[in-house]
């Protein structure tokens, strides 16, 4: 059996790129945007803010949810999410760790 293009890379990089691709779309980070200004959990509510389809909204949460970055709790009826404080954290680091690296610019270009 065949190796997988991932398989090549490391551990560190392949984490890297699922959290830029998750972060990768504009309805992303309206959801996470709109959550942190929220400072509490938002519940049903994203439909009317970001006048995106229910099923759009809900697969885009899926995605988050499923990196970890934000977490979520039935109440009642509705799900209600939140932005995980840890996990936010660890993406914080990863990000600092890689945009914090000394480029040197050689004259070449």
Known sequence: MGLTKSDIFTDEQNKLASL???????????ILQHIINQKACICNDLVEELG?????????????KNSGIIKGAIN??????????????????????????????????
């Not at 830029?20 to 309206?30: D, E, N, S, T």
């Not at 995106?52 to 988050?64: F, M, N, P, W, Y």
């Open 20 to 30: 830029f691709k998750v972060l990768g779309h504009p309805a992303r980070i309206a």
């Open 52 to 64: 995106l389809a229910q099923a759009t909204i809900s697969q885009h949460l899926k995605e988050l």
């Open 76 to 109: 009642g009826k509705s799900v209600c999410y939140c932005i995980d404080e840890k996990v936010w954290e660890k993406v914080q680091n990863e990000f600092d760790i890689f945009f914090n690296q000394n480029v040197k610019v050689n004259q070449c270009c």
